[in-house]
């Protein structure tokens, strides 16, 4: 198959650099072969097919750092009574109600939707985390089966933890260990990823076992961690120390580790992540919805931590993720000059894509995969190299998009979703949430 060539009207192809107008970008199978000016393009690539962009930006697609798939069926979920705080929205709401709730029907309905979800609103690399301690064994590859389907770029996991018994634990990091060594074997867009919870439902010999495992698999190891106020509060009884500092007793930080929300943590624990090279996903739409709290973003960039961003499977528009990341900060410091416009794009492509241990993706580089998003440009005022970065995430939505590729094969064509049936894939969730809240 000849290479072909998208026109666009801008090329933003690395979020960190000004974006280049009437450039675009060739592509060979799944890969950029050059991003060039339309000129270059067409000269050097002559028998090459070419798509139109020009009324379009061409940027490089999101990355979901941490997803909760199943979490669409809670949505509107009655309640007897509204959860006071971060433990009985836990202990209350969220595992009695839901993940003990799950099976692998339940999780199968819930995966085909978030990732339609995904599709539309741009993202086509992301991490899930799945915790349902009664759908165990083979939970993942019910997954993954699924998300192979859609040929979305999706890093797996089980959320091991000991909150039902010791003997589900060993059964949650088992089903992590062998989901990696399959998913390595197959090869393809789907990969593992070991995890567990957090300190107050995993022992410490739990969570080196945790590490263990994934070091002898080259794997990464997610956990989520201050979240709340709980855990810090938690590990200062159990163990005399905070959160961040107690891992880092335990040994086993490292660029290996993926911490999600972070939200109550202090200053020496961003230095500790820092020192360490830990990942943090940042969630801001549901670290509100639960009254976690503002997590320290601006703080531990400036200290060099690589934050990304992820929806928590709660709202799952990555438009307005990025646009709470860069809001919020800005009232809780009372500066209006902090996190930037083009500082959340880089979060939701070049960060997450490290987070996630992906060296090639986050920018539309020569060699690298032909993961992209074509934005309408449709403004009302126009687009402009100093303002684009605004433009495209104050006033731009999933209805803007117009093409949406991941490793060259569109998902996205036109504003129109390829090769699904929304209204099956909605009546197949409705059911599954209906049984769920039965």
Same mark, same amino acid.
């Given at each position: 198959?000849?290479? *072909?060539?998208?026109?666009?009207?801008?090329?933003?192809?690395?979020?960190?650099?000004?974006?280049?107008?009437?450039?675009?970008?060739?592509?060979?199978?799944?890969?950029?072969?050059?991003?060039?000016? /339309?000129?270059?393009?067409?000269?050097?690539?002559?028998?090459?097919?070419?798509?139109?962009?020009?009324?379009?930006?061409?940027?490089?697609?999101?990355?979901?750092?941490?997803? /909760?798939?199943?979490?669409?069926?809670?949505?509107?979920?009655?309640?007897?009574?509204?959860?006071?705080?971060?433990?009985?929205?836990?202990?209350?709401?969220?595992?009695?109600?839901?993940?003990?709730?799950?099976?692998?029907?339940?999780?199968?309905?819930?995966?085909?939707?978030?990732?339609?979800?995904?599709?539309?609103?741009?993202?086509?690399?992301? *991490?899930?985390?799945?915790?349902?301690?009664?759908?165990?064994?083979?939970?993942?590859?019910?997954?993954?089966?699924?998300?192979?389907?859609?040929?979305?770029?999706?890093?797996?996991?089980?959320?091991?933890?000991?909150?039902?018994?010791?003997?589900?634990?060993?059964?949650?990091?088992?089903?992590?260990?062998?989901?990696?060594?399959?998913?390595?074997?197959?090869?393809?867009?789907?990969?593992?990823?070991?995890?567990?919870?957090?300190?107050?439902?995993?022992?410490?010999?739990?969570?080196?076992?945790?590490?263990?495992?994934?070091?002898?698999?080259?794997?990464?190891?997610?956990?989520?961690?201050?979240?709340?106020?709980?855990?810090?509060? *938690?590990?200062?009884?159990?163990?005399?120390?905070?959160?961040?500092?107690? *891992?880092?007793?335990?040994?086993?930080?490292?660029?290996?580790?993926?911490?999600?929300?972070?939200?109550?943590?202090?200053?020496?624990?961003?230095?500790?992540?820092?020192?360490?090279?830990?990942?943090?996903?940042?969630?801001?739409?549901?670290?509100?919805?639960?009254?976690?709290?503002?997590?320290?973003?601006?703080?531990? !960039?400036?200290?060099?931590?690589?934050?990304?961003?992820?929806?928590?499977?709660?709202?799952?528009?990555?438009?307005?993720?990025?646009?709470?990341?860069?809001?919020?900060?800005?009232?809780?410091?009372?500066?209006?000059?902090?996190?930037?416009?083009?500082?959340?794009?880089?979060?939701?492509?070049?960060?997450?894509?490290?987070?996630?241990?992906?060296?090639?993706?986050?920018?539309?580089?020569?060699?690298?995969?032909?993961?992209?998003?074509?934005?309408?440009?449709?403004?009302?005022?126009?687009?402009?190299?100093?303002?684009?970065?605004?433009?495209? !995430?104050?006033?731009?939505?999933?209805?803007?998009?117009?093409?949406?590729?991941?490793?060259?094969?569109?998902?996205?064509?036109?504003?129109?979703?390829? /090769?699904?049936?929304?209204?099956?894939?909605?009546?197949?969730?409705?059911?599954?949430?209906?049984?769920?809240?039965?």
């Amino acid at each position: 198959m000849p290479p *072909y060539v998208i026109l666009g009207q801008w090329l933003w192809s690395d979020t960190t650099q000004p974006p280049q107008p009437d450039w675009g970008v060739a592509i060979d199978n799944d890969r950029i072969l050059a991003a060039a000016p /339309h000129a270059d393009l067409r000269a050097r690539f002559p028998d090459a097919t070419v798509i139109d962009a020009t009324d379009c930006v061409i940027t490089p697609a999101f990355v979901n750092a941490h997803h /909760h798939t199943y979490g669409v069926l809670a949505h509107g979920i009655p309640l007897d009574a509204a959860p006071a705080g971060f433990w009985p929205f836990l202990e209350d709401f969220w595992w009695p109600k839901v993940e003990d709730r799950l099976t692998h029907e339940l999780i199968a309905a819930a995966v085909d939707w978030a990732c339609l979800e995904m599709v539309r609103s741009g993202v086509t690399t992301f *991490y899930d985390c799945l915790e349902a301690p009664h759908a165990l064994p083979d939970a993942l590859d019910v997954e993954a089966q699924v998300v192979r389907r859609w040929g979305l770029r999706g890093t797996l996991s089980f959320e091991a933890t000991e909150r039902v018994s010791r003997e589900n634990g060993e059964l949650g990091l088992q089903e992590n260990a062998a989901f990696i060594d399959a998913s390595h074997k197959a090869g393809g867009l789907v990969s593992g990823m070991m995890c567990f919870h957090t300190t107050f439902t995993c022992p410490e010999r739990f969570i080196r076992r945790a590490f263990e495992l994934a070091a002898e698999r080259g794997a990464r190891v997610h956990m989520h961690l201050a979240e709340g106020t709980y855990e810090p509060a *938690y590990c200062l009884e159990h163990f005399g120390l905070r959160t961040v500092a107690y *891992y880092e007793r335990l040994g086993v930080l490292g660029e290996h580790a993926l911490a999600s929300q972070c939200v109550q943590i202090d200053a020496h624990e961003i230095g500790i992540l820092a020192r360490h090279a830990v990942h943090v996903s940042h969630q801001p739409i549901s670290n509100c919805e639960v009254g976690g709290g503002f997590a320290p973003v601006p703080e531990m !960039l400036a200290a060099g931590v690589n934050v990304a961003l992820g929806t928590d499977g709660y709202v799952n528009n990555f438009f307005e993720v990025m646009r709470d990341a860069t809001l919020t900060p800005k009232a809780r410091l009372l500066d209006p000059g902090t996190m930037p416009a083009h500082v959340a794009w880089t979060m939701a492509t070049q960060n997450g894509a490290r987070a996630l241990g992906h060296t090639d993706l986050g920018t539309l580089a020569p060699g690298h995969p032909a993961d992209l998003l074509l934005i309408a440009t449709d403004l009302p005022t126009p687009l402009a190299a100093h303002n684009l970065a605004d433009q495209l !995430l104050l006033w731009r939505n999933p209805s803007n998009l117009r093409g949406v590729m991941c490793a060259g094969a569109w998902l996205l064509r036109d504003g129109q979703v390829l /090769h699904a049936d929304e209204a099956a894939i909605r009546a197949r969730v409705v059911e599954a949430a209906s049984k769920l809240w039965r």
